[in-house]
């Protein structure tokens, strides 16, 4: 069913510094407009107060798409692994942009005794990656968690969950100076459906709207 980082950081960094300064421009506006005596004035801050507002939620939803919820991935694999009564049966494998981001979810889903993570990203020993095609041990539950480097070079045949956080690292150049930069960005429509294809007989839940799959 289909239901380097550190380079990347600044840019949902800025974003989110961008949604915090309007957010403090509202808050002023708003008291300004409390305490304006006159109707026009308090009418003006009020409009500016609701731009800044708005502002703030857009900007606070870019940086929010920069990055994938890991407590939503850890509550989806414990929910994986409870309903496969704790048997440990069927691995899960986890997309997610950088090599940071993969090892706070590891250390995140090593708090709990029934899961098993590993990381897998081409920065890691060819020992290191074999890891992740070895069956887990009798209930607990094999997470793998990798970079785009799992969705068409690398089959773990025992992966019944894929979790695909939609994002992955690219390379940009600025049009004006030439300078190219590493940033995180939505994969494309073919790179999810090869990522949902990365499981047997089982379930691939997106982490985005339907409706963004449909503009990829």
Known sequence: DDVD???????ATK?????????????????????ATSEVAKANLSERAR???AAAGAEAGAARADAVDDELVERLVLE??????????????????GVAEISALVARLQTHTSLLPMPLH????????????????????????????????VTIPDVTLV?????????????RTGVASLVTARVSRAAAQQRAGRVRAGTAIHLFRRAELETM
């Open 51 to 53: 731009k800044a507002e």
């Open 5 to 11: 980082a550190a380079a990347a950081r600044p840019a």
């Open 163 to 175: 979790i695909d956080g939609g994002l992955h690292r690219t390379v940009v150049s600025d049009e």
């Open 122 to 153: 081409s920065g890691l020993q060819t020992a290191d990656q074999r890891q992740c095609f070895q069956r887990a041990p009798a209930r607990r539950t094999k997470v793998v968690v990798a970079t785009d480097i799992a969705e068409a070079s």
């Open 15 to 35: 974003k989110q510094s961008a949604a915090e300064a309007a957010a403090v421009e509202a808050a002023a506006l708003r008291a300004q407009a409390a305490a």
């Open 80 to 97: 994986h692994h409870a309903a496969g009564g704790g048997a440990g049966d069927g691995a899960v494998l986890v997309f997610l942009p």
